[in-house]
């Protein structure tokens, strides 16, 4: 069992950094010199968790696209931390949003792009299109929807060998619209349908082909298409930039959860491997097992961060979703605050099982170096590993909560 979990971990993560000095690592790891191993770790693990992402978003005035800046960032339009939002155009340049949990995932609102003399070219230039890691295109019905002018920038954008995503904002006001017009022929289906096939002739019309279109209602961004996009865009980016997106996305979705679980188990073993190589010391009351406890804790309260179980996110969901703040807490069954005493009561249960995966351990090509740590590699990967699978149960539970309502996702 032990090894197949860490062939997996290795060849799902593909990350190139870990492995680019590869004589010298299996060199350390053969020599059972674990301090050496888990130095060069920790830099691999420290700039997968430090990658930094700059996202550009731009769209025509009052398609939504400051709602989408502070929507993915979890905020709401009138925390202090988001953007202004208006039916005025307010951005004259280039407008940097720090992600409020990950300061590395940079979200840029653009200048919009209506006026009449519009050139894309010129618009590119202005906005320096070099520091983005990709585009976010946002149009909405009251905008006229897709224009000539979002396929010329389309164009441009792929000719510079960037990305972009197109997307569709505000369905959800078609849907109520068309439900309230013909509520006995209504479909929900046949009108996503309709404004997906609007939205690609009007790109083929200006010249743009085989367009992608994405439908989103940032009030709701569970539904739709987000999980989607979220998906598109973490395959289309390299594996340190895949990571630190999908921890920064909101946790709307399963889709969104599982795929934030999935990147963060990958990595359980880079974490194990510096905390139990890199400044370890004894862990009161748990016999044979040395760590840095503080890498630990850093690690277990990441886990419930990016799913949105720390206080000020749940306060936050409770007040978008109208649900009583008392239930969203309820749902969220798990320790509020990652403290030393828990962390160390956490590496006492995982002890108890830790002899069966040391044996195992040792038959993993290379790894099995670890072995040499005795019970303390074998503690402190279970730990996280349960950890997070705990996060990932209470993140469900507060999705489930937050949307009892059928009308929402």
């Not at 593909?14 to 050496?36: M, V």
């Not at 164009?155 to 997307?167: A, D, N, P, S, V």
């Not at 590496?347 to 072995?371: I, K, Y």
């Not at 699978?389 to 009892?404: G, H, P, S, W």
Request: proline share 5%; glycine share 6%.
């Amino acid at each position: 069992m032990a090894s197949r979990v860490f062939q997996s971990s290795l060849s799902l993560s593909k990350i190139p950094e870990l492995w680019r000095d590869t004589s010298a690592l299996k060199g350390a790891f053969e020599e059972g010199d674990l301090s050496a191993v888990a130095a060069k770790l920790q830099t691999t693990l420290h700039s997968l968790e430090n990658a930094r992402l700059d996202i550009g978003i731009t769209g025509g005035t009052g398609s939504g696209k400051l709602t989408f800046v502070n929507t993915i960032r979890g905020l709401g339009d009138e925390d202090p931390k988001s953007a202004y939002t208006g039916v005025v155009e307010m951005t004259v340049g280039p407008t940097p949003y720090a992600h409020p949990k990950y300061p590395n995932v940079i979200t840029w609102d653009l200048p919009g792009i209506s006026t009449p003399t519009f050139q894309a070219e010129k618009y590119l230039q202005r906005v320096l299109p070099a520091r983005y890691d990709f585009f976010i295109i946002i149009t909405s019905d009251d905008v006229m929807s897709f224009t000539a002018h979002h396929a010329q920038l389309a164009r441009e954008i792929l000719q510079l060998g960037k990305r972009f995503y197109l997307i569709r904002s505000k369905v959800d006001v078609d849907i109520a619209a068309s439900r309230s017009r013909r509520p006995s022929t209504f479909s929900e289906e046949r009108v996503l349908s309709q404004i997906r096939e609007d939205c690609w002739r009007r790109l083929e019309a200006g010249g743009l082909k085989d367009p992608k279109v994405f439908l989103l209602s940032t009030f709701e961004l569970g539904k739709y298409d987000f999980h989607r996009l979220e998906e598109v865009m973490a395959k289309d980016l390299e594996s340190h930039e895949r990571h630190v997106l999908l921890l920064a996305m909101p946790a709307v979705s399963e889709p969104v959860l599982e795929r934030k679980a999935a990147s963060l188990r990958q990595l359980i073993w880079l974490v194990a491997a510096v905390a139990c190589g890199v400044n370890p010391s004894p862990v009161p009351g748990v016999q044979d097992v040395a760590c840095d406890l503080h890498r630990l804790i850093d690690s277990l309260e990441g886990y419930r961060r990016s799913f949105g179980l720390d206080k000020d996110s749940l306060v936050t969901l409770a007040g978008q979703t109208g649900q009583p703040l008392r239930k969203i807490l309820e749902a969220a069954r798990g320790p509020k605050t990652v403290t030393e005493a828990l962390v160390v009561e956490l590496l006492g249960q995982a002890s108890r099982d830790a002899s069966a995966f040391t044996q195992e351990l040792l038959n993993v090509p290379v790894l099995g170096t670890l072995a040499t740590c005795g019970l303390s590699f074998a503690t402190i990967y279970q730990m996280p590993r349960t950890s997070l699978d705990e996060a990932v149960k209470d993140a469900q539970r507060v999705l489930l909560q937050a949307f009892l309502d059928d009308s929402r996702p």
